[in-house]
């Protein structure tokens, strides 16, 4: 709008500026002529003439606006014949289509909030695709991990069905594997169960005052049997005695409970497991280390995917491998914390670190972790606490 009101008073201008000279001129002239007393009727005749030269410049100037105005309008009609012809290409659907408008004006701002839309709605069908994709790739998995346990459940009652004089022995072996499997099908259920409440927002946050220090330690107590039936030992050392923070206390106790779980399993060839807290001024950052299995580099960025397993807990001798929902349970709970979860893993140790904020605030994105160490001001005297149990 702007362009179009400049571009009509340019030309008025130049147009007005021609008409006023033409007829200042016109009518200094027969001025003249009456002031000289020139014949009258050679006046009149020339007054006559003077009044068609001026209806003839009215016409040459609108006709000069006409031209300068279409001139200057040249590049408007074809921007606009351009966004037109994007506008029509993205209502059939073909959203590769980029306006490049040129210039400061309002057409400009149009072809800008195009591209953004266009941009926008590219994201949303990619994102509803990848939504497709998944809750595919969900019920593939499923129905593989579902169908693996039940199967030979099935199998070994199958054979205590038909085999009716097995020794007591044999009964109890099969009867314990057919149970085993029965409790893998269990934790596999209420794992899948947990998830989707957790991916599809069935799950509210309970937000409340949470000591994260006790919370570990009681976690790590409770985990005590399972670190000596697998041979390991573990140390706690925190830089505080007590840390509040605000969260959920019972998907804090899943998350770290998973950590810890994970931490075991494949922590076993290192003989030890290390949980290390510290608090700053706004961040909590608490770091799992096992020395066990490496993780191999390839595998680092699938770690937190649904369903996703190493290799080495695919093939793995010491029992049934995992669910593959463990971590992406930890990495679902931590982003609805505004937190950061991350992993990495060598021979120095396979290192998962979650931080979380002391003050959770609605509605605040998940923090940059490279943000995190400038918030440390000033350091508290560390007063090293140290728990160690051994297997």
């Keep these: ?6 571009n009509i008073a340019v030309a008025t201008v130049i147009t007005a500026v021609v008409e006023v000279f033409l007829i200042t001129n016109i009518t200094a002239i027969t001025s003249f002529l009456y002031q000289t007393g020139n014949n009258s009727s050679a006046v009149q005749r020339f007054a006559f003439g003077s009044t068609i030269s001026v209806l003839l410049f009215v016409l040459l100037g609108i006709v000069i ?18 966004i037109a012809s994007a506008v029509q290409q993205i209502s059939e659907g073909d959203l590769s289509t980029k306006l490049d408008v040129v210039g400061e004006g309002e057409l400009t701002e149009i072809a800008e909030n195009i591209n953004r839309m266009e941009k926008d709605i590219q994201e949303l ?7 497709e994709q998944s809750k595919t790739d969900l019920i593939t998995n499923v129905a593989h991990d579902l169908r693996t346990p039940l199967t030979s459940i099935i199998g070994y009652l199958d054979l205590l069905r038909k085999n009716r004089n097995l020794s007591p022995k044999m009964q109890q072996k099969y009867l314990d594997i057919a149970y ?43 985990s005590y049997p399972n670190f000596v039936n697998n041979g390991l030992s573990y140390d706690y050392v925190s830089n ?46 608490i770091k799992i280390v096992n020395y066990g299995y490496v993780i191999p580099e390839k595998e680092l ?15 793995t001798q010491n029992g049934p491998g995992g669910t593959g929902l463990g971590l ?21 140790g396979t290192v998962f670190s979650v931080k979380l904020k002391i003050h959770f605030e609605e509605g605040i994105e998940n923090f940059e972790s490279r943000n995190i160490e400038s918030r440390n001001p000033e350091s508290r005297n560390e007063e090293q606490r140290k728990h160690s149990r051994r297997g």
């Design 65 to 82: 606006f006409s031209v300068i105005f279409l001139m200057s309008q040249r590049k408007t009609a074809r921007d606009i014949e351009t």
């Design 1 to 6: 709008m702007l362009q179009l009101i400049a």
């Design 180 to 222: 085993n499997k029965s409790e893998r099908l269990q934790k596999l259920i209420e794992e899948l169960f947990g998830f989707t409440k957790l991916s599809y927002g069935k799950v509210s946050l309970n937000i409340s005052k949470v000591d994260i220090v006790k919370l570990l330690a009681q976690l790590l107590e409770e």
């Design 125 to 131: 069908i990619d994102k509803e695709r990848n939504s």
């Design 240 to 285: 505080t005695e007590s840390q509040i923070i605000d969260a959920d206390g019972d998907l804090l106790a899943r998350l770290f409970d998973n950590l810890i779980n994970n931490a075991i399993k494949y922590g076993k060839e290192g003989k030890r497991v290390k949980v290390n807290l510290r608090a700053d001024r706004e961040i909590v950052t």
């Design 328 to 348: 992406a349970i930890v990495k679902n709970i931590t982003d609805m914390h505004h937190g950061v979860v991350s992993v990495s893993s060598d021979l120095s």
């Design 301 to 315: 960025p699938l770690i937190f995917d649904r369903f996703y397993r190493t290799d080495h807990s695919r093939t």
